[in-house]
C-alpha cells in the first residue's frame, strides 16, 4: 500500500507484517489450487494444500531468522529457502 505525504511531498511506504503476508500466500495457493488426486473434494484439498505449504514456509523462515542475524543474509538465504520449497528440491 503507498500513500502520498502532504508535508513532505513524498509516497510512503507501508510494508505488510509476516502474517498478512503468510495469509495472502495462503489465500493465493488455495485459488491457484487446479489438479487434486481422484476421488478427494477440491475445495477441502486445496484447503489443505494450502494449508500445509503455508505451514512449511513459516517453520522454515522462523528457523533461518533464529539462525541468522543480519537482515541481508536472511533475505537472501528466504529467498533461496522459499524457491526450494515450491521447487520441491531437498538439501
Known amino acids: ?22 495469509r495472502n500466500l495462503h489465500k493465493h495457493l488455495r485459488s491457484a489450487c487446479i489438479k487434486q488426486p481422484k476421488g478427494t473434494d477440491r475445495l477441502l484439498y486445496c484447503k489443505k494444500l494450502a494449508t500445509a505449504i503455508r505451514t512449511r514456509v513459516r517453520l522454515e523462515l ?30
Open 1 to 22: 500500500m503507498r500513500e502520498h505525504n502532504a508535508k513532505v511531498q513524498e509516497k510512503v511506504q507501508h510494508f505488510k507484517c509476516f502474517i498478512h503476508n503468510m
Open 62 to 91: 522462523t528457523r533461518l531468522r533464529k539462525l541468522l542475524r543480519g537482515d541481508e543474509l536472511y533475505l537472501a538465504r528466504a529467498r533461496e529457502a522459499v524457491t526450494r520449497l515450491f521447487l520441491g528440491v531437498t538439501r
